[in-house]
């Protein structure tokens, strides 16, 4: 009988998970990365339902602040989750959707609510 290896859930079976410190090229820290900051995530929840303008995302955030919305896009931009796409005509319209990256962070959101809403 062949030797299996067991895999059990939470210890992947990578070579980078053996590391003794956090390091920025582990796949947990880049996806943590990604959703860093407060109102991260519901931003994300916003783009997905489909490309939003930043009135749209203030208006389904009201209690998020202008400056705070930038810099939650600028960053969703830099880490590749989102895009922001600039529209033709005047006045000047910018729409922000997700990557194919950022709508994989779907399935992530999902399973920390599912294990959020465990807890209480």
């Not at 996806?31 to 900051?37: K, M, N, S, T």
């Not at 880490?79 to 950022?102: C, F, K, Q, S």
Request: proline letters at 9%; aromatic letters at 4%.
């Amino acid at each position: 009988m062949a030797n299996q290896t067991v895999i059990r859930p939470g210890l992947p079976d990578d070579p980078r998970a053996a590391v003794a410190a956090p390091e920025p090229g582990c796949p947990v820290e880049i996806a943590l990365a990604a959703l860093r900051g407060r109102w991260t995530t519901l931003v994300i929840r916003e783009l997905l339902n489909g490309g939003r303008s930043f009135s749209d995302l203030r208006e389904a955030l009201p209690d998020l602040s202008d400056k705070v919305l930038s810099d939650r896009l600028a960053g969703l931009v830099a880490a590749g989750v989102a895009e922001r796409h600039r529209l033709p005509g005047r006045p000047v319209r910018t729409r922000y959707a997700l990557t194919p990256r950022g709508r994989d962070l779907g399935p992530v959101l999902q399973a920390l609510w599912d294990w959020g809403a465990a807890q209480q």
